[in-house]
């Protein structure tokens, strides 16, 4: 369904607003740097190696980061939405991130805390999530929403009763902090090799989305009217969790566990479009950049230690839940 003229208002005020976020990302932090001199840098004009190191080799590579994985959540977190027909389906809804989680506490747990082997370890955790999930639906011959829903219920307890075990044999003061920390989220270790390295499997799975956003909106639909419109119910929705968990996965696996965009993005969407299509998905994308952004030049800023990324995405998310829920409530009276 095409934009009408005041969602192409809303979705172009959204990029400026994105634009603005990842400028003054760019600037804040222990190091801070101003418009011209980042300018100055970019056109490869005089200054300092060390301003110029700080932008290139840390701060660039980061706001990067944090951008892509509020557009990885806050797409993903609509697809769910969408798809699942629930308004509190989250990129965790069939236990990806869990898995991802524990992919990465058993890397921290058996080989010590390497961010490579943590990235990679996490990432395929993850995608072997969403793959039992798939085997799980298909063993029980009920490829519906329901039944994807349960099975990432299971394998969510499951990889959560996994990591409570590593948790119990960790060394108490360098391993159980390192699964901690990791679990809260930060993008204080991503470096541009980092990125360079996630970013073909993350426009990889934002490619598919795009490109399947006719058959998510039908997937949208009850399964009986999807049906009748020619949709192959099980392999469009693989495909499609596919393509998200590919986004999921390349997020977490670099950044941790991010809590509450991808639940929070995609209503903000809907409360400011009005509807639900693709331009709400791209809308939630943007909504979850711009909260990530900002969540990250507040977590390296406010205090001397930095503050994990999760709990200022949690403090921004918990009032919008209130909001929502009360909203309900004042519908149903």
């Known amino acids: 369904m095409p934009c009408d003229r005041a969602e192409k208002r809303a979705l172009i005020f959204a990029v400026a607003l994105v634009a603005v976020a990842f400028v003054v990302s760019c600037c804040v932090g222990k190091y801070p740097l101003s418009v011209p001199e980042i300018f100055t840098i970019i056109s490869g004009g005089q200054i300092s190696d060390i301003k110029r190191n700080v932008f290139l080799t840390l701060r660039f590579p980061r706001t990067v980061m944090a951008m892509l994985a509020g557009i990885g959540l806050g797409m993903t977190g609509s697809v769910y939405q969408t798809i699942f027909k629930n308004p509190l389906a989250s990129p965790d809804i069939i236990g990806v991130a869990n898995g991802a989680n524990l992919g990465a506490a058993v890397a921290i747990v058996l080989f010590g805390y390497n961010t490579l082997l943590t990235a990679s370890l996490s990432f395929l955790s993850g995608l072997l999530v969403m793959l039992l999930v798939v085997s799980l639906v298909r063993k029980t011959n009920q490829a519906n929403t329901t039944t994807y829903i349960l099975a990432g219920i299971i394998l969510k307890a499951v990889s959560e009763a996994c990591i409570m075990i590593l948790k119990f044999f960790a060394d108490p003061e360098k391993e159980l902090a390192a699964i901690e920390f990791w679990s809260m989220g930060s993008f204080g270790n991503i470096t541009a090799s980092k990125l360079t390295a ?95 952004l900002v969540s990250d030049g507040f977590a390296r800023s406010v205090y001397s230690a930095e503050i994990p990324v999760s709990i200022l995405t949690t403090f921004i998310g918990v009032p919008f839940l209130i909001y929502f829920m009360r909203r309900g409530r004042a519908r149903r009276a």
Do not use: Q, W, Y
Request: charge should be positive; proline fraction near 2%.
């Open 198 to 292: 996630i970013l073909p499997f993350f426009l990889a799975g934002l490619a598919g989305i795009v490109l399947m956003r006719r058959h998510i909106a039908l997937l949208g639909l009850e399964d009986d009217e999807s049906r009748t419109l020619g949709v192959r119910l099980k392999l469009i929705r693989s495909l499609v969790l596919s393509f998200s968990t590919l986004m999921v996965t390349s997020v977490i696996c670099l950044s941790g566990l991010v809590n509450f965009v991808g639940l929070i993005a995609p209503h903000i969407a809907r409360l400011l479009l009005k509807r639900v299509s693709f331009a709400s998905s791209v809308f939630a994308s943007l909504a979850g950049a711009f909260i990530l």
